[in-house]
């Protein structure tokens, strides 16, 4: 349903700048430069779905997986491994918190572009760690993961 929606609302979009009228004026009469900023707009839709994707993905699959991962490689139970996961959950809720007014602070396209590298290597050190400093990378990858996702 929702790829019906943005194919509806694509054309509908292409339909409406094609038939603008007043301070804009008509598609045709666009200077010639506006292809640039056009294709540099489109540029950056693209990367930004692609950091979004990355991002949600990334989400999805260490809710599904870490719980896993403790059971194995630390050998907890599953009510601990459960409470580990909570730490991860408890640090994306204050992001979600804090994303808004880092946001405003530092411009939402860095937060957007740190929120998915500055992870990255905290999660690449992660099999390397004890338990506790895993807990506490855990903790630190939630928060920035989630700090592009304000919640106000």
């Known amino acids: 349903m929702a790829l019906v929606g943005v194919v509806i609302l694509t054309g509908s979009s292409r339909w409406h700048a094609a038939n603008l009228d007043g301070a804009r004026g008509r598609r045709a009469l666009k200077p010639a430069g506006d292809l640039s900023a056009n294709s540099r707009v489109r540029l950056a839709l693209t990367l930004l779905l692609i950091l979004m994707f990355s991002r949600f993905v990334y989400l999805a699959s260490l809710n599904s997986y870490f719980t896993f991962y403790l059971i194995k490689h630390f050998g907890l139970g599953i009510q601990q491994a459960q409470y580990s996961l909570f730490i991860f959950m408890f640090g994306s809720a204050l992001g979600t ?7 405003d602070r530092f411009g939402r396209k860095r937060v957007i572009l740190g929120s998915v590298l500055g992870a990255a290597p905290f999660s690449l050190a992660l099999p390397f760690l004890n338990l506790p400093l895993t807990l506490v ?15 106000r």
């Open 97 to 103: 918190i804090a994303g808004g007014p880092i946001g």
């Open 137 to 151: 990378l855990i903790f630190i990858v939630g928060f920035i993961i989630a700090s592009a996702l304000p919640g």
